[in-house]
């Protein structure tokens, strides 16, 4: 179910699925994201320098769109980036086509397939950014974290692109554990694959009180990847702390 909220905040648009609230975009400002992780992902993108096309613009690939917050994100902060969103629910895709309609000539192109199958369509060296942002019911598909998705992500990333991942988990953390083993196992297999590596979450969840929202983010990463923080309120690790912190998991298939 789609809902637009009319009391508080008349402009922002609110998706829920399956009782739980997936998005909510304030139409009349993008670039408000009620999503703290989204938060982190945006510092991120306006962290990257600029793309394969002119003019700092970017080339995007979003697995997952929802109500496409962060597609619209990137369209208001990089004009002119190309971008592609892979959906595959198509009555998401059509009501909010319908209620939430992207701007016009906004660049964004939606194909209603899911991530592990459109993904495989996408050029070599074609993309400067790939977000992960999918969720089946609360949990990221399984053929979306393992070893065959990651390979594709690393194929379609030009030199000195990122990919970031927003999981769901908990510790120990098997699942982050999973996702940075099958990156780091890539840098032996593909040429000029070496990334730097960072996971950030709440601190809370960094320190077992709760699940949360964790970003894995890999390649050409900037020195403050998701931005700047107090470290009460979130926390991001980098290098050796990686491997001492989320090290000994295994590549998935």
Known sequence: ???????????????????????????????????????????????????????ERLAVLHVGGAAMNLPRYVHVRRPGSSQIVLEPNAQVVEQVRAEAPLPPRSGIKVRTVDGATGIGTVREDSLDLVVLDAFDGAQVPVDLTGAEFLGHVVRVLAPGGVFVANLTDRAPFTLVRDVVAGLEALSSTVDGWAPRIAVGAETSTFKAKRPGNVLVAAGALPDEPFGRFSPGEYRVLTGTAVRDSFGGGRPRP
């Open 1 to 55: 179910m789609a809902r637009k909220q009319s009391s508080t905040s008349p402009d922002v648009y609110v998706l829920e699925l399956d009782g739980m609230q997936q998005s909510a975009v304030d139409l009349s400002d993008p670039t408000r994201l009620s999503f703290d992780y989204m938060r982190r992902i945006a510092a991120l993108i306006d962290a990257l320098p600029g793309g394969r096309l002119p003019q």
